[in-house]
Nanobody, 122 residues
Framework: QVQLVESGGGLVQAGGSLRLSCAAS????????MAWFRQAPGKEREFVAA???????YYADSVKGRFSISRDKAKNTVSLQMNSLKPEDTALYYC????????????????WGQGTQVTVSS
C-alpha cells in the first residue's frame, strides 16, 4: 500500500502561482509513476500532469507551459509548480500513483490522496 498526502493548495489571484506537494509513504516502490489530477465542481476528474521513474514528464494541453511537475525520489515527494493561474484552474487537486508507466486515465492509478483545494479568483 502507498499513502499519499497533498499540501500547498489555497486561494490565489489570477496570474499568481502555487506549489503543490505530495508526500508518499508505505510501499513507495509501487509508485513508479506519480501524477496530478483535478476535479472542478460538476465536472469529471481530469489528468493534469505526470512524471515517470526516469523523470519523463507529461502534461495536459491546458496546462502546458504554465505547470511543471517534479519529483524527489530520496524524499518520496512529487511537486506541481503552477504559474500563470487562471480561474478555470480552480479545482480539487489529487495526487495519484501507479506501479507501471504513465497513462492519463484515472482508472489506471492504484493510489490516491485526499486532495487539496486550489481556488483562483478573477
Amino acid at each position: 500500500q502507498v499513502q499519499l498526502v497533498e499540501s500547498g493548495g489555497g486561494l490565489v489571484q489570477a496570474g499568481g502561482s502555487l506549489r503543490l506537494s505530495c508526500a508518499a509513504s508505505g510501499h513507495t516502490g509501487s509508485s513508479s509513476t506519480m501524477a496530478w489530477f483535478r476535479q472542478a465542481p460538476g465536472k469529471e476528474r481530469e489528468f493534469v500532469a505526470a512524471i515517470n521513474w526516469s523523470g519523463g514528464t507529461y502534461y495536459a494541453d491546458s496546462v502546458k507551459g504554465r505547470f511543471s511537475i517534479s519529483r524527489d525520489k530520496a524524499k518520496n515527494t512529487v511537486s506541481l509548480q503552477m504559474n500563470s493561474l487562471k480561474p478555470e484552474d480552480t479545482a480539487l487537486y489529487y495526487c495519484a500513483a501507479r506501479t507501471l508507466g504513465v497513462i492519463t486515465s484515472q482508472r489506471g492509478y492504484n493510489y490516491w490522496g485526499q486532495g487539496t483545494q486550489v481556488t483562483v479568483s478573477s
